[in-house]
């Protein structure tokens, strides 16, 4: 039995329908007020609860042998809740002897980001989860492909697409179906055990590139408007007048506008060796999901 958390998130309806393709028994932990219906459509067992409560999961740790933590946070306090969720997962785990535990991160977690909560508590999960003696795996993704429909349906309407921020950051964003492929797999595959691997797509992108990408599929030309990030730091030093705990949520995302995430071509070899897996580029991705 495998226990998904974040089941009905991004990543983890992805992991959870690969699952159930492969016929696989999975458990999908989810919030009442979430949308689960196709979880359960699919035959996974659905899990009602909230991770905020320690009897909870440790109801739905009950006979699993594998754990894909895929759960996020708004930001702000609630990485605090983020955090010790997943060390209840750990401990948790630990205590019904899961064989492999694998934890979605975020690339960059090691790096001191002081202004993000979620990349402390990111951190702080993967120390915590090191010294568990559990089997484990760490992703670190780069940028989710997914995270990026939303941006080109508007370039597909419009053509605008908004940068903030130095336009030639670079990133190396991930196809979000490779991610799940990649989180099932490491369970099995021996190349991923007790690893922390970054992430991303087959191709290092500046910033600048990605309308660029959006033009070809959409065939028009991109408005490409860049506001200068003093903007956004003004913005948020306002909000911080009137709600101190909104100011600190965009901490996350001023992380994310000022620097680069990607990773090496090396680091994308060896991803694709381990798991037997081509990536797949942001182009091809928003192809299969948009292009008509």
């Keep these: 039995m495998f226990l998904v958390t974040g089941a009905t998130g991004q990543i983890g309806r992805r992991v959870v ?3 159930r393709e492969r016929d696989m028994p999975v458990r999908a932990f989810v919030r009442l007020n979430s949308r689960y219906g196709e979880l359960e459509q699919r035959g996974a067992e659905v899990f009602i609860g909230d991770l905020r409560e320690d009897k909870d999961i440790q109801k739905a740790c009950q006979g699993v042998r594998y ?4 759960h996020s946070s708004d930001g702000g306090s609630e990485e605090a ?4 969720a997943n060390v209840e997962l750990i401990d948790q785990a630990k205590k019904n002897g899961v064989e492999h535990f694998v934890f979605i991160s975020v690339l960059g977690a090691g790096r001191g980001y002081e202004d993000s909560a979620t990349f402390k508590a ?3 999960v993967e120390k915590y989860l090191t010294s568990s003696d559990l089997n484990y795996t760490i992703l670190r993704p780069a940028g989710l492909s997914s995270n990026l429909l939303p941006l080109a349906e508007r370039f597909r309407d419009t053509g605008i697409y908004l940068i903030i921020g130095d336009s030639k950051n670079r990133t190396s964003i991930v196809s979000t179906d490779d991610l799940a492929q ?16 970054p992430v991303g797509g087959p191709h290092i992108l500046k910033r600048e590139d990605i309308p660029g990408i959006f033009s070809r599929i959409f065939n028009q030309d991109p408005i490409i408007i860049n506001l ?3 903007l956004f730091d003004g913005f948020r030093s306002g909000l911080g007048l009137v709600d101190s705990e909104a100011q600190r949520s965009f901490g996350t995302l001023r992380v994310l506008l000022a ?3 990607f ?23 928003v192809q299969r999901y948009l292009a008509s």
């Design 122 to 124: 990111k951190r702080e």
């Design 182 to 197: 990649i989180a099932v797999d490491s369970t099995s595959v021996e190349g991923a055990k007790n690893q922390t691997l």
């Design 228 to 230: 200068p990030l003093l």
């Design 81 to 84: 809740l983020h955090y010790r």
């Design 67 to 70: 754990v894909i933590s895929a």
């Design 263 to 285: 990773c090496t071509s090396d680091e994308i070899s060896r991803l694709e060796s381990i798991y037997n897996l081509k990536m797949e580029s942001l182009e091809s991705f």
């Design 17 to 19: 329908r690969l699952l």
């Design 259 to 261: 620097n680069e995430f």
